[in-house]
């Protein structure tokens, strides 16, 4: 699988890392799986590292993350997940879709090219 989920203790967050090529189909199993970490953990704060990823997916999965995996993982609409964004040009335009659309659905997802930035938000109370 080209990604890691891990617990950082020290921030409360869940960390999610994908690297290389990455299908519709593993970003369906990942999201489940970090959805599920999450409660488990009884944590709301998720930190995405997708600045290493190349995406093998379509628009519409991406689309339906947020419509289909979200609502069936009870995702934390209270919760936030800060996305460190990846600088190619296809990958940054469909991660700014999915955050946008998600936004547009109510969850509290946003892009930065900043990865302290993106941790402080995260954190901030």
């Known amino acids: 699988m080209p990604h890691t989920i891990t617990i950082n203790s020290e921030l409360g967050i869940v960390e999610l890392a994908y690297?290389?090529?990455?299908?519709g189909?593993?970003?369906a199993i990942a999201t489940r799986e970090s959805l599920s970490k999450s409660l488990e953990e009884n944590l709301s704060r998720t930190f995405v590292d997708v600045s290493d990823i190349t995406l093998s997916n379509t628009l519409l999965e991406i689309h339906n993350?947020?419509?289909v995996q979200f609502n069936e993982g009870e995702f934390d609409r209270n919760g936030r997940t800060a996305i460190f964004r990846p600088t190619s040009k296809h990958e940054y335009e469909m991660i700014e879709y999915f955050a946008a659309i998600s936004r547009n659905r109510g969850?509290?997802?946003?892009?930065?090219?900043d990865r302290d930035e993106a941790l402080a938000w995260l954190i901030a109370e």
């Open 19 to 23: 690297t290389g090529v990455v299908s």
């Open 25 to 27: 189909e593993e970003l």
């Open 65 to 67: 993350i947020p419509d």
């Open 107 to 113: 969850w509290n997802i946003y892009t930065f090219s």
